[in-house]
């Protein structure tokens, strides 16, 4: 979404960086570049409002470019990054240092990525030598921290990017500390898709005289993007997301679920049905999830499915399809998934599957975003005859019960939600509801909520219990009864 009044040029970047936004192929600074590169390049602390999919990568990474290549280090020393930047996960942190490399190919300037799940070594090899520009996530950079293989003193730029997702995750406690490790003398720059009281606290602790920029009000969806609900029980689900898949031929859809297990299950059903897909989370090993992205940007594998964690951060461009699965229990979380598609200027569709219980999920979703999203009915979708029992779904948490609540007085209960009468209620969940989104890591070890172990979402006994649903989508009546 170029910005109308404000050109590249006008900007006054370096000519390398200039070169490098030609190849990029972009012609116009997106609002939140046009704002922020001159508030940057002034030396000044930022606090950006801005989501991902405006272009904020490009709005940090070019005047950061700029500062570090216009002004040699004072003392060079190997292993002490000049810039500091710390993402919330793995995939984010990966893509915010290609858009560096990107971004910086003509100029020397040296950047390197560091996360867990992957060997510590290789980055403790690239350390030994110069680094300009290191883009972290917490948990591994503290590791490194308490190996002495990575000195902190040197950071003349810290960013925090996508800082409301690092306080959601947790990382609150692994900031203050790596806060405690730089020099006193630096520029911040904070970004943050949403700004809470805990980003607030956080930013004026942390920002001196800040210059504010804010490019997507909170919670307001693209209109880039074409929104659509289907009203479909949960035990067809997979059955019309094959359909849609086939039937309108996608190459290319990222289908949210709400839990790993989910995913997982989902994947290996759209498999089965001769769909190529893949689940990613952070239960796959690192090389597992690189490999599926890939196949997914290249157009090997047409379906990726993920959680809402591991999705946080995937730059695909120009995605066509974004499927909720379900409904995510956190409103704010519709807004962040269908920003997935819609992005810098090309249109996209998100398209929900509810089902009844999720009824009030939508309401609240509506309500934030303040639009009704149309609700679609699929005449050529023809529900299968014969429906295997399937395990229940987990209860879900309540309505906008945010993901690391500590509360336990539901535990152990089941959920009836607006069942229709007669209908057995859900099986009951053994684990607190905190603990039942199984993308979440389970206190007291927040810090790398992706490496958390996966438990079975059901017990055995529950599975025995499982009763299907009635369908709400029934556009042939006489197919869906069968025989
Ligand atoms: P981001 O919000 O940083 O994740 O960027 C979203 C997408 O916008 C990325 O795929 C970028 O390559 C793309 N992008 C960034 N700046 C521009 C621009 N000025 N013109 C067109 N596309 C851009």
């Known amino acids: 979404m170029p910005n109308n009044t404000v050109t590249f040029a006008s900007l006054n970047l370096a000519e390398p960086l200039m070169r490098a936004i030609v190849d990029a192929g972009y012609t116009q600074p997106t609002p939140v570049q046009a704002q922020a590169i001159p508030l940057v390049l002034a030396g000044g602390d930022l606090l950006a409002g801005a989501q991902t999919g405006t272009g904020k990568t490009a709005g940090f990474t070019l005047p950061i470019l700029h500062l570090l290549s216009s002004k040699p280090a004072a003392t ?281 219980e999720e009824l009030q999920h939508l309401k609240d979703i509506e309500r934030l975003i303040k639009t009704q999203i149309p609700r679609v009915t699929i005449d050529s979708f023809v529900p299968p005859a014969h429906i295997p029992a399937e395990a229940p779904r987990a209860p879900r948490p309540q309505h906008g019960q945010k993901r690391h609540s500590n509360t336990t007085a539901h535990r152990g209960q089941a959920t009836t939600g607006n069942r229709t009468p007669g209908q057995a209620p859900r099986a009951a969940n053994p684990k607190p509801r905190n603990q039942q989104r199984a993308d979440v890591a389970a206190p007291p070890r927040p810090r790398a909520p992706q490496e958390a172990p996966q438990k079975p979402l059901l017990s055995e006994a529950a599975r025995h219990q499982a009763m299907p649903q009635p369908a709400l989508f029934s556009p042939r009546p006489a197919a869906r009864r069968g025989k």
């Open 76 to 356: 060079p020393r190997a292993g002490a990054p000049r810039c500091l930047i710390l993402t919330p996960t793995r995939e984010l942190a990966a893509q915010v240092e290609e858009s560096v490399q990107t971004y910086g190919k003509y100029l020397p300037l040296k950047s390197l990525v560091m996360f867990g799940g992957v060997n510590i070594n290789p980055q403790i090899k690239a350390l030994r030598s110069q680094v300009d520009i290191l883009v972290a996530t917490p948990g591994r950079l503290l590791d490194h921290v308490g190996q002495k293989t990575l000195d902190l003193s040197a950071v003349e730029i810290l960013v925090l990017d996508e800082a409301d997702r690092m306080l959601d995750m947790g990382f609150i406690r692994d900031i203050r500390k790596i806060l405690a490790l730089l020099p006193k003398q630096r520029q911040n720059l904070l970004f943050s898709a949403t700004f809470s009281e805990e980003i607030k606290t956080l930013s004026d602790g942390l920002l001196h005289n800040p210059g504010f920029v804010e490019v997507a009000r909170r919670n307001t969806t693209s209109e880039l993007v074409t929104q659509s609900v289907h009203m479909v029980a949960q035990k067809l689900k997979s059955h019309l997301l094959s359909h849609l898949i086939k039937h309108n031929d996608w190459k290319q859809v990222l289908v949210f679920t709400r839990t790993k297990h989910g995913a997982n299950r989902l994947a290996e059903k759209l498999n089965a049905d001769g769909i190529a897909a893949a689940a990613i989370h952070g239960n796959k090993s690192q090389s597992a999830r690189t490999k599926a992205l890939a196949q997914f940007k290249d157009g090997t594998m047409p379906v990726l499915v993920a959680t809402d964690i591991a999705a946080r951060g995937l730059d695909i461009d120009m995605l066509p399809h974004v499927v909720n699965f379900e409904l995510p229990n956190v409103p704010e979380d519709y807004v962040h998934r269908i920003g997935r598609t819609g992005r810098a200027g090309s249109s996209g569709a998100a398209i929900s599957l509810v089902d009844s």
